[in-house]
């Protein structure tokens, strides 16, 4: 069965850390992009950062850029964001997903993917 699974989620402070994982079963992580999206209170899905492990690439969203760190770790079939120096604007529920038809990283979707995590929720506050 094909599925993802995010977790470390959690409330923070702001100018925290936390790191979310996505676990794959049922196909190989490495072979595809994943995607992060953050969904904030206003319901919008946006990307924050892709990694398409083939082609080396790394995508970050402009506002968490020298703050988040994707990774992949291919003996885990997992892919991490590691997410330093939290902000209150960061808060929101995080998936992680991706598209067996794509095989690049794409910052603004028009299109829904067919792979998806239930979500893990970050929430920064003092």
């Known amino acids: 069965q094909v599925q993802l699974v995010e977790s470390g989620g959690g409330l923070v402070q702001p100018g925290g850390s936390l790191r979310l994982s996505c676990v794959g079963s049922g196909f190989i992580l490495d072979h595809y992009p994943i995607h992060w999206f953050r969904q904030g209170p206003g319901g919008e899905r946006k990307v924050v950062s892709c990694i398409a492990s083939r082609d080396d690439i790394k995508y970050y969203e402009t506002s968490v850029k020298g703050r988040f760190t994707i990774s992949g770790d291919n003996a885990k079939n997992t892919v991490y964001l590691q997410m330093n120096n939290l902000k209150p604007e960061d808060t929101g529920d995080y998936f992680c997903?991706?598209?067996?038809?794509?095989?690049?990283?794409?910052?603004?979707?028009?299109?829904?993917?067919?792979?998806w995590g239930q979500g893990t929720q970050v929430t920064v506050s003092s």
């Open positions: 997903a991706t598209d067996f038809a794509i095989t690049f990283c794409d910052s603004d979707p028009r299109y829904e993917f067919d792979r």
